[in-house]
């Protein structure tokens, strides 16, 4: 492995926002430059939750350790003209600007992101805003929940039971699909750039980038005017589907995924109701040995050829039953090992401490200095050959590095106080 | 391949994704214009990708050229179909492997070696091929083998626990959300590796396992865990319509009139609270026990019933607006033919393009909530039906002849 990165000298300048940190740190973690501008008093994320010993303080906020990893941060004040003079002369040295700002509010600082395309031509201008620069709808206000309601998540997530409200998955989701989206342009943009074209303006829309992410919610109304339904732990269909989630003899819950169709299905499942002890106990065993038994199994005979029926549904009520009676990580192993696809519903932290995960190295220690202690990190999404993904540096302390990159960009941090 | 975007058309992928976790990859890149290959096995009919057969449906009409997931997920690709069992098949696809910037694939971990087409042979073929898998596991590990799809991948990094209510199982996503987020990490990766090739030469091997892009959509929660020691599952977790990072109160999905109609209110700050108390009215906003986050997050079960009961009688558009007004985020739990057909935003952007099918004729599908200023993406062409390119492609990319196409045809390669 060499240590090359895919984006190394890649310039990015960030502006600081809750929107755009993710597709920030996408580009950092892939070796670019990304430099961070936040306001004097620092970025408001500095002061969301979770904080490293509980201890609220900006340069603790483990919200920002994890958005920033691998950025360089300055601090401008772009309400006056010094900091706005300085900001406009890294952006003519870099190949890409990252902002999440309000409609409008750049332009009314005098750096309006399109003009500035069309006078520095290699430029590539990613903007990301709730509903875009031109919507009819872009000076609405919107969190992450607002757009994962309005933009179509939501409608799909929830319970059976309607009278509880719809669900909205956490994790700032509808900011990661923005975030993703803005780096698949950035990388487009650039690659344009490459090949001899002219860099360009991206106009990003995060309610549409929801809208976009909704599967089968989407395209059912689109092909067939169908709305789907929300269903417990399951994709939201047309029609009331079967359960699949089924809650383990340990509490934890596990998803069983598609029953068994073939032979072989029936076979290891039938051989793992005796490993287990259950072929008494299980009142169907007969059929899945039966399954075991035969040369193949015509599914679309469900429902007319009353053994394949009896089959189909005892190798269903066999994964729940088991299911109920081991816990859920035995019933993931057991199942995966057996060639079925299963999962086990882990939380974040347990997925984390799994083997596999472990074995792949995906837990990542940083250095903290000023701390002086490593900090363990969510790794790498990707496992590239040539250009691993690495984060090259913890999130930076509030402008600690404005005079680094002022000299860079020739200019005097002891004259030029941003 | 005319009125196509410039952005990547320089580039052809040899494309054996499927479904939507690796189909979605390749719909961004053919998008801005490359020339994507999809090569499908005609013996099962390109039936791997299940989705070529299942509903929505336009009319009556069923196969494997009529479902209409397929179509949406892959717009603007050309379809082949190779029989990889056969010698001549595998010849061919070596002669496209040479011709190709990127071979994309989401088989189960081991699936091109078995074809005879992994890593080291594709290198062999083209030693600058740029090769991207994409599986629930990676390709080592000691689940490599095993098997997943959508929600399974949601299960194993953490997502469906995290979206759910207390006392309540795990509501999980109701759709493939790490099928469309897989896809958008394999397009990055392509990227990616296509911009380190073309500042180097080099090409290289990208091992995606869509479980660990899960997993990096935890990163707070996670960093909670190893910092602070504190698990995401404890009592009173999940509670996903709330927010705790950053924490805002009140903030949760509340019921309007209707059926199964609902809204979205967030308050960021104490201003947010104090325009929301406006616009209810009462004194129930002014509560001195309120004016502060920490006064409210301390009582968020009392405020989302009070709340809720002033929702409830409402109509969920008209509370959004008149929040919006007053400058705090709100907004409609929008059912899919609110947002489709009567969201002003998603139409003006033009976000519901309608392509020409070969056999569905005129669709409307997902498009890309982005607007580049010089060479934006186009979507008008629908999905290929099975092997609809295949003589195309042979002839523009192999030089092949009628009578040859007409051989392998009998010979059952193609």
Known sequence: MSGASALQGVRVIELASERCAFAGKLLADM??????????GGDPSRHYAPFAGDRPDPERSLYFWHYQTSKRGITLDLEKEPGRAILSRLIEAADLVLEAEPPGRLEALGLDGAARCESQPGLIWVSLTPFGQHGPRRDEQVTDLTLLAGGGPVWSCGYDDHSIPPVRGSGNQAYHIAGHYAVLSALTAYLHRLAGGEGQYVDLNMHAAANVTTEMASYHWLVQKGTVQRQTGRHAMETITMETQTECADGRHASTGVPPRTPREFQNLYEWIVELGYEEAFPESVFLKMGGERESIDLSQIGQDDEVTAMFAAGRDAMDFIARRVP????????????????????????????HFQARGFPVEVEHPELGRTVTYPGAPYRFEKTPWRIQRRAPLLGEHTREVLREAGLDPEADEP | MTDRSEALSRYRICDFTGQLAGAGATKWLAAFGADVIRVEDPVRQGGWDILRAMPPYVDDRRGVDFGGGFNNHNTEKRGITLNLRTERGKELLAEIVKRSD???????????????????????????????????FGHTGPYARYKTWGPIVQALSGLTFTSGL??????????????????????IAILLALVHRERTGEGQWVDLACTEAGLTLNGPALLDYTVNGRPTRRPGEPNSN????PAMAPHGIYPARGDDDWVAIACRNDEDWRALGAVMGGAWASAAAYATLAGRLADQDQLDATLSAWTRTRDKFEVAEALQDAGVPAAAVQKPAERIDQDPNTAAWGLWPSVVHSKMGEVRVDGLPVHFSRTDWKIRRGGPCVGEHTDEVLRELLGASDDELARLREEGVL
């Open chain 1, 31 to 40: 070796g670019a430059d990304v430099v961070l501008v936040e306001p004097p």
């Open chain 2, 242 to 245: 709330r927010s705790s990072s």
């Open chain 1, 328 to 355: 859920a990580f035995d019933f993931f192993k057991g199942a995966q090992d057996r060639g079925m696809a299963v999962g086990v519903v882990y939380s974040p932290e347990e997925a984390f401490e799994d083997e």
């Open chain 2, 102 to 136: 990127v071979v994309s694939e989401n088989f189960a971990a081991g699936v091109m070696e078995r074809f005879g087409f992994g890593y080291e042979q594709l290198k062999a073929l083209n030693p600058e091929v740029i090769y991207v898998s994409n599986c629930g």
């Open chain 2, 166 to 187: 207390p006392e309540l199982p795990p509501a999980g996503w109701g759709y493939s959300y790490m099928d469309h987020t897989g896809g958008y990490v394999m397009a």
